[in-house]
């Protein structure tokens, strides 16, 4: 028994992991072209921004739930199957990709207007204003955003541990749900709870270590 | 040179049209010390945002020399954004960067080798009175030193024009004297051309060697400031005298 929670622990700090990561890469971007593109932003394109942001907003509004269900065809066309570990983490990355482009837009939407005014002014381009001031400014604001979604998506992990996805969540679905195992639901929650922890602290720890903006 | 030509912008919403300029004109000759001054809704913010090239006119045009500003596009409009050194009101400063690395944004926006950087980089922190402060970050700073770095950041091209808007507007008085000094210490220094738009009397009493009063969007005097404030013509000249001595 041990032995299974020790993987699953793994597992789901696997799954949790590389789907952040997709996540970020993909949501990066969105988020990026979502500010960029708004109607006072550095490079508008309006129909772009009311596009995209249609997009994340329907994907976002579809509980995380059916979302798996419902990419079952495309996780297939992407991994081979629809159940496991390497399907979780299919689903998750593209029902966290809107909820990360949103947090991106969020952070930059935090850095000092008048310093994007003075970047143009002084002559950047669009591009450097992206990777050297809007990027640059907001370092501390990404790093919480990295949290933010790990710890989201240890809890949409869990979900997708109801259609065998593997992790803390489908064991604590299997042993402590089907077979009234309530010992083994609640270790996993323990264990859940000090990995939220321990992500909420340390990433916290990094991110303030990078804010330059207290004396 | 700069000539600004008949210049005119008007801002239209469905209730209401404001004229914000109204075909004004002047010329700024090379090495000119030039306060612009008006109280607010004069029209500052609008002609400062012309002449750093964020804001087309309705009408008229900004010459440098004998380049129209408001025909530039693409490539030659960021390069000619370079020439011109800017100082806000606001700072506005990289905060997650170090002074020396604010200092240098503008030079590395255009690849400057790291060498080079470093020279002019370090030959501006002491122009500017912060040697020793080159890693220190924005948060760090007082107000003054802020503002210093952003002089030294809008010097690092070593552009034509230095505009300032409302340069020390943030800064209490012993603070904006010595912001003040040091403008007047680059100007006779690099012979860098400078304009200050203010809301403050004293500011262009204090340094400049020209002046141009605003009103409702249209320049109403522009002479020498000595000639100007010994006898003054326009209403709101007088008005605006008038409110420096009874503060004084």
């Known amino acids: ?215 | 040179m700069i000539r600004i030509e008949k210049l005119t912008k008007t801002y239209k919403n469905d209730q209401s049209r404001l004229v914000a300029l109204n075909n004004v004109s002047a010329t700024i000759e090379q090495g000119e010390f030039l306060g612009i001054i008006g109280s607010s809704g004069a029209g500052k913010s609008t002609l400062i945002r012309h002449l750093s090239l964020i804001e087309k006119p309705d009408d008229g045009t900004i010459w440098l020399e004998d380049v129209d500003l408001f025909q530039l596009k693409g490539r030659d409009l960021l390069r000619m954004r370079r020439q011109l050194g800017i100082v806000f009101q606001g700072y506005h400063l990289l905060e997650q960067k170090n002074v020396f690395d604010n200092i240098a944004f503008p030079l590395q926006l255009v690849h400057t080798d790291k060498a080079k950087v470093k020279d002019r980089v370090e030959e501006l922190i002491s122009l500017v009175g912060l040697s020793g402060k080159a890693h220190a970050f924005p948060a760090q700073l007082s107000g003054g030193q802020k503002q210093r770095v952003a002089i030294a950041r809008a010097l690092a091209s070593s552009p034509s024009l230095l505009l300032c808007d409302e340069p020390t507007s943030a800064l209490d008085v012993v603070t904006t004297k010595s912001i003040l000094d040091l403008l007047v210490e680059i100007h006779r220094k690099t012979n860098v051309t400078i304009v200050i738009i203010t809301h403050e009397i004293s500011v262009v009493k204090a340094v400049c060697q020209r002046v141009i009063v605003m009103n409702e969007g249209s320049f109403v005097e522009d002479g020498s400031v000595k000639q100007i404030f010994s006898a003054p013509q326009h209403e709101m000249t007088k008005l605006l005298l008038s409110y420096q001595e009874g503060l004084l």
């Open chain 1, 1 to 215: 028994m041990t032995e299974l929670l020790i993987k699953g622990t793994f597992d789901t700090l696997y799954i949790v992991s590389m789907s952040t990561l997709f996540a970020l890469l993909g949501g990066l971007p969105i988020g990026v072209l979502l500010t960029v593109w708004k109607k006072d932003g550095i490079s508008p394109f309006v129909y772009g921004e009311k596009l995209l942001s249609g997009i994340v907003n329907t994907v976002r509004s579809i509980p995380f739930i059916i979302l798996i269900i419902a990419l079952f065809p495309f996780t297939r066309l992407i991994v081979g199957r629809s159940y496991g570990i390497q399907a979780s983490i299919v689903a998750l990355v593209v029902g966290a990709i809107p909820f990360v482009a949103r947090l991106v837009e969020s952070a930059l939407a935090e850095v000092d207007e008048g310093l994007i005014k003075a970047a143009i002014t002084m002559g950047a381009t669009p591009w450097q204003i992206v990777s050297k001031v809007y990027v640059v400014e907001s370092v501390p604001a990404l790093i919480r955003l990295v949290s933010l979604t790990m710890i989201t998506l240890v809890g949409y992990a869990a979900m997708a541990g109801v259609v065998g996805g593997g992790g803390l969540g489908d064991i604590a679905i299997r042993y402590g749900l089907h077979r009234y195992q309530t010992d083994i639901m609640l270790i996993t929650i323990v264990i859940m709870v000090i990995m939220v922890q321990l992500i909420q602290s340390g990433f916290n720890f990094i991110a303030n270590r990078l804010d330059r903006r207290r004396a």
